[in-house]
């Protein structure tokens, strides 16, 4: 692997972390068994926030932690790393048989890239993905690129170099913290500040349950607080995100989508919030 690899370490490291979600042992499977398809070496390791006593995690190391907060307990994950990349998926989902090769070959392709996300797609394939850029790659540099495009935090990897030289995850953002989502925004922001080079690579696919409209719209409007605490600092990037919100409601309105328009004004109402917020 490029990026002087010690051989005998992990090719690829991948946290875990969870409140004591039940299938996080279904998402540890998923890695094995696609590290095992890829004949790589891969260490797995659980940060465990709950209470109750961690499942069997078939192998994994299981970090156990007291404080709460998404951003705080993907922070210990980078430190117990011992690849030279690491990657964050979530507790709830579960990754491709190919999501383990994919991750490695983007990096061994491209000795100069520090990221690669991929898309987010529902069980089954019957409702939209959660993320998705689109079917083909797209490499992403300079600070006016739009993180929304780039990536989501449930399915992302890092050289984990870059990811120590911007200093990890901000523990404001994220689920547990004041702004409760968009750590990920803010760790695309700063990447794209320093000069790095990310990839959305639509091969490196996780597979994540439906959630129901309530939630839905839940999700949507605090992903969007964060992203309009994150984007504060650069009025372009506003205007941009703004344009795009324009534009999906105007398809909602041609099209007569009341479900999709529904969605777009719980994004723009979070968005003017986290504009206007205190937050961060």
Not at 120 to 132: A, E, I, M
Not at 147 to 162: I, K, L, Q, S, Y
Not at 167 to 188: I, K, N, P, Q, S
């Amino acid at each position: 692997m490029a990026g002087g690899r010690d051989p005998t370490g992990p090719d690829l490291t991948v946290v875990v972390c969870t409140l004591g979600e039940a299938d996080v042992a279904r998402t540890v499977e998923s890695i094995t068994a696609s590290a095992r398809s890829a004949r790589a070496s891969v260490q797995i390791v659980v940060v465990w926030q709950a209470d109750g006593e961690p499942p069997p995690a078939g192998g994994a190391e299981v970090l156990r932690l007291s404080e709460r907060g998404l951003s705080h307990a993907r922070n210990e994950g980078l430190a117990a790393a011992g690849g030279p990349l690491v990657a964050f998926v979530d507790d709830d989902e579960v990754v491709d048989e190919h999501w383990v090769a994919e991750a490695v070959s983007s990096f061994d392709g491209d000795p100069v890239l520090d990221a690669a996300f991929g898309p987010v797609l529902t069980f089954g394939g019957g409702k939209p993905p959660y993320f998705s850029s689109g079917k083909e790659p797209l490499l992403f540099q300079g600070r006016h690129r739009p993180p929304w495009a780039v990536g989501t935090g449930g399915n992302m990897v890092f050289r984990r170099e870059a990811l120590l030289r911007v200093g990890g995850f901000d523990t404001r953002y994220g689920a547990g913290a004041r702004v409760g989502a968009a750590e990920e925004t803010d760790l695309v922001l700063r990447l794209l500040a320093a000069g790095r080079r990310l990839l959305y690579a639509p091969k490196l696919a996780v597979y994540h349950p439906a959630r129901t409209a309530g939630d839905e719209l839940a999700a949507r409007r605090g992903y969007a607080f964060g992203m309009g605490v994150a984007l504060r600092r650069s009025p372009v990037l506003c205007a941009k995100y703004l344009f795009t919100i324009g534009q999906e409601l105007a398809r909602s309105l041609r099209r007569r989508d009341a479900w999709r328009r529904r969605k777009t004004l719980a994004t723009l109402r979070g968005f003017l919030a986290g504009l206007g917020s205190r937050a961060g």
